[in-house]
């Protein structure tokens, strides 16, 4: 089985996709991965372990077996959660095989082996039947599929087909139910993540400011989202427009679609300014009722701030509006979040979603390159105005100038000579006394005469002189 296995190239500090065969040694890979960081988030295992248990419990009230699904199993852990509360058994499935590997030798040293199966496939080819995985489907539905987007990892397909063809109608759900909140924020800091600025340059001939190209200016920006810790980030970097809006739920212990749609919360902004970025997160409640919750609200949206779990594994979004929009307080507008299978993006309205035919638009997409090239910290690295005028700075009282005098778009040795007209281009820039690295350069050639012929002829003797010097230069001085 091959696998498509992340790394960040040095030289362009990108991540890549890199298919890696067979032979590969995967669990390096679960060494970088979030999975510990995951299975150390005390929050999370404690609220699924509730939630699960009280799901066991309102089945065996009911007087039926407690059979369990946990697509997505992992370690294993949540499936041997579900036998330490009473399931009569556990189908735990898992894609990834090394993973799936470790799940059957962590659950046989747990003494767990007679009550969970892991199955190594994807839920999606899981069989139900006499000869299948499953003998019957499952009356109680666990996973963990979510990141920091809630859908990114495919969770809406994934529950979609398992709701069709492993488990019962209105099965036991843990988590029961999501719901995904945004808010409307004005954050010049952010919003230089995602457009370029003018850039304002002090030279001997006063402001110079160099602007963007149009099309970058009006692109909508990169399609995926950008994932922080917004509690690291200061309230002073960004002004709050709106309420926190809870923006959609989705209950999976019913049937889920993975078809694209749109869900709009009408407000009338806290103050006026310009809309641009829509911070958002979400929380899963792990029972009916609602009161077993783990949520990734931020601490001025946490009802009890001073017990955050801190993880990594799962984070807080912020999405960009394609172009920003001045608002008015009080006047009302429309925010609508739109999702397919596996991406949220966010628009704002100014009338009725109902209205508004604009308002199942397509995932916005980068359509000027930049973003494609630059990640979000280069956008904000290039905006950032103080490092600017820092290499202004530096750039005025240039005391070296060092350069290999090689160049990709050289073709023949004299084309490397290149560097001494680019060292003429910024002589300006040069203190008095500066030293140039290289100081010289000499540009040799011989005379040849070839002999004339059909080149199977031996009768002709190609004849050429000594080695001479073209010319020398021996300071690069102004060209």
């Not at 065996?60 to 370690?75: E, F, M, N, S, Y």
Request: aromatic share 10%; charged share 20%.
């Amino acid at each position: 089985m091959k696998i498509f296995c992340s790394r960040a190239n040095p030289t362009t500090g990108s991540v890549e996709w890199l298919e890696e065969d067979e032979h590969y040694d995967y669990h390096q890979e679960i060494a970088r991965s979030s999975y510990a960081d995951m299975l150390h988030d005390k929050d999370r295992n404690v609220k699924y372990y509730q939630g699960i248990r009280a799901a066991v419990s309102r089945v065996k009230d009911r007087g039926q077996k407690a059979l369990v699904l946990d697509i997505g199993t992992g370690t294993g852990l949540l499936s041997m959660m579900a036998v330490t509360a009473g399931a009569d058994f556990c189908y735990a499935i898992e894609v990834f095989k090394p993973m799936a590997d470790a799940a059957v030798k962590i659950v046989e040293k747990n003494g767990f082996s007679d009550k969970i199966k892991v199955i190594n496939k994807h839920s999606t080819e899981v069989t139900v039947g006499p000869e299948g995985d499953m003998p019957c489907r499952a009356n109680i539905l666990v996973t963990e599929l979510f990141d920091t987007e809630l859908i990114g990892e495919g969770a809406l397909p994934s529950y979609e087909h398992a709701h069709r063809h492993l488990v019962e109608e209105n099965c036991e759900a843990v988590p029961h139910r999501a719901t995904v909140y945004a808010q409307l924020v004005e954050s010049g800091r952010m919003w230089s993540w995602n457009k370029l600025f003018p850039i304002h340059v002090q030279t001997s001939l006063g402001e110079q400011v160099i602007v963007p190209p149009v099309d970058v200016e009006s692109c909508p920006g990169a399609p995926s989202v950008c994932d922080i810790q917004l509690n690291q980030v200061s309230p002073a970097d960004f002004t709050v427009l709106s309420d926190v809006l809870p923006m959609f739920s989705i209950d999976f212990s019913k049937q889920v679609s993975s078809s694209a749609a749109c869900h709009s919360r009408r407000f009338e902004p806290l103050t006026s300014g310009r809309a641009q970025v829509v911070l958002s997160w979400w929380d899963i409640e792990m029972d009916p009722e609602g009161k077993i919750k783990c949520t990734m609200a931020p601490f001025w949206a946490h009802s009890d701030p001073e017990e955050m779990q801190w993880r990594d594994h799962w984070m807080q979004c912020v999405y960009f509006l394609p172009q920003e929009e001045p608002v008015v307080q009080g006047s009302a507008l429309y925010l609508v979040a739109h999702h397919d299978d596996y991406c949220v993006w966010y628009s704002l309205q100014r009338t009725s979603p109902e209205k508004n035919e604009r308002v199942r638009q397509m995932r916005p997409v980068c359509d000027c390159q930049a973003h494609l090239l630059w990640n979000r910290p280069r956008f904000g690295e290039i905006n950032d105005q103080d490092r600017t005028d820092r290499y202004v700075q530096a750039l005025r009282t240039v005391s070296l100038l060092l350069g290999e005098p090689f160049f990709t778009t050289s073709l023949l040795p004299w084309h490397n000579l290149y560097f001494w007209y680019v060292r003429t281009a910024v002589d300006q820039h040069l203190g008095p006394g500066a030293m140039v690295m290289p100081q010289a350069a000499s540009l040799h050639a011989v005379v040849v005469e070839f002999r004339v012929g059909h080149p199977g002829d031996v009768g002709e003797k190609s004849r050429g002189g000594g080695w001479g010097t073209l010319f020398s230069c021996r300071n690069l001085g102004c060209l």
